[in-house]
């Protein structure tokens, strides 16, 4: 799977709004407060009233923000309408068009106070200290600078069995295999969170920093290997990581389950490494994109538009 197909799949909430029994629908959200988990980590807490019919299905469930340009303060859209909003918001002049980013559902919860909170780890890659997005990264440039009271939009779940949840071990998984780099690791440890007591993980977790490597709770029997990436891009990045992951015994197991998520041509050379060397069974291996160096999510949906015919346009048939 290439971060593309990843693309494709993380815009599924999107798709399926127009189902008849929409699994997915738009939630306004407003940003309650903010803080800081660690050197990358940006986690934003947001509430709303429209919360209430939000549904997590916790583990990795992702969902599609839409993020206002640099001069707006709120996200404003046409349409939110199933069988318009797409158009409408694909023929906003670019100047205007909230960007379209896929994020992860650290936690929800509703407090004591009756209020619906739901939290989301963002990843500052570099462009938050910059005075404009000149740069891209619109997602890491407005988390860098949210504050209170700030709105944006969000396709997120209606129902908590949906396909955005993509970490589904079978019955059998005697142990749990994990690797994730800083985007996936909200993802990582809202798993972590909800496996049952005593499940046996694996798992490797490559962060920019040391001071990402967060406190991560849980009751499984996990043992984590973090990886802090030293300078180095690419190729000579990604095969550092492998000797570390090589470096490590394999769990005996007959039922590994491995769930990997990260940059593109990383997350492609772990699963290698898994099939191939450690001889996980490839149909128990959960691989997604979540980002791919040098191209921005719209260079990654434009291609998947490209390569697919008009009737599977997951927008079109909105
Ligand atoms: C299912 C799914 C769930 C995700 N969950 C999360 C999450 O919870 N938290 C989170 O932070 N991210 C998450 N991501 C990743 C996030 O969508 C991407 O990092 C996204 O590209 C960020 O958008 P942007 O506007 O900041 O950068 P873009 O405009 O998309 O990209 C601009 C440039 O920055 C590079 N880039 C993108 N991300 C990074 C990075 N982390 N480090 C260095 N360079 C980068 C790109 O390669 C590109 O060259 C998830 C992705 C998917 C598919």
């Known amino acids: 799977m290439t971060a593309t197909d990843a693309t494709i799949e993380a815009t599924t909430e999107a798709a399926e709004i127009a189902e008849d029994t929409p699994h997915f629908r738009f939630f306004e959200l407003e940003v309650l407060r ?31 923000l839409f993020l206002p340009p640099a001069h707006r303060e709120h996200t404003v859209l046409p349409s939110t309408a199933e069988d318009t909003w797409f158009a409408q918001w694909r023929g906003m002049p670019d100047e205007e068009r909230p960007v379209m980013r896929s994020y992860t559902v650290r936690e929800q919860r509703r407090t004591p106070e009756g209020v619906d909170e739901v939290d989301i780890d963002f990843v500052l890659h570099g462009t938050e200290t910059s005075a404009a997005p000149a740069a891209g990264s619109p997602a890491s440039y407005w988390a860098g600078r949210a504050v209170t009271g700030r709105r944006i939009m969000a396709i997120g779940p209606a129902v908590a069995e949906n396909k955005s949840v993509r970490f589904q071990p079978p019955a059998a998984t005697d142990v749990v295999l994990m690797y994730a780099d800083e985007t996936a690791l909200p993802a990582a440890a809202a798993i972590l969170d909800r496996l049952a007591e005593g499940t046996r993980v694996k798992a490797w977790f490559e962060v920019p920093h ?12 996990a043992d984590i290997t973090w990886v802090v990436r030293e300078s180095g891009a690419g190729r000579e990045r990604t095969e550092r990581l492998l000797e570390v992951v090589r470096a490590a015994g394999t769990p005996a197991a007959e039922a590994p389950y491995a769930w990997i998520a990260g940059e593109s041509a990383t997350i492609r050379a772990v699963r290698r490494h898994f099939v191939q060397e450690r001889r996980v069974d490839r149909r128990a291996v959960r691989f997604t994109g979540y980002w791919r160096l040098g191209a921005s999510e719209e260079e990654l949906l434009a291609e998947a538009y490209a390569g697919r015919a008009p009737s599977e346009d997951p927008g079109a048939s909105l």
């Open 34 to 64: 903010t803080r800081r988990l660690g050197h990358s980590f940006l986690r934003i807490t947001f509430g709303g009233e429209s919360l209430a019919g939000f549904r997590s299905g916790g583990y990795d469930q992702s969902l599609s």
């Open 210 to 221: 040391e001071d990402d490597r967060l406190v991560l709770p849980t009751l499984a029997d």
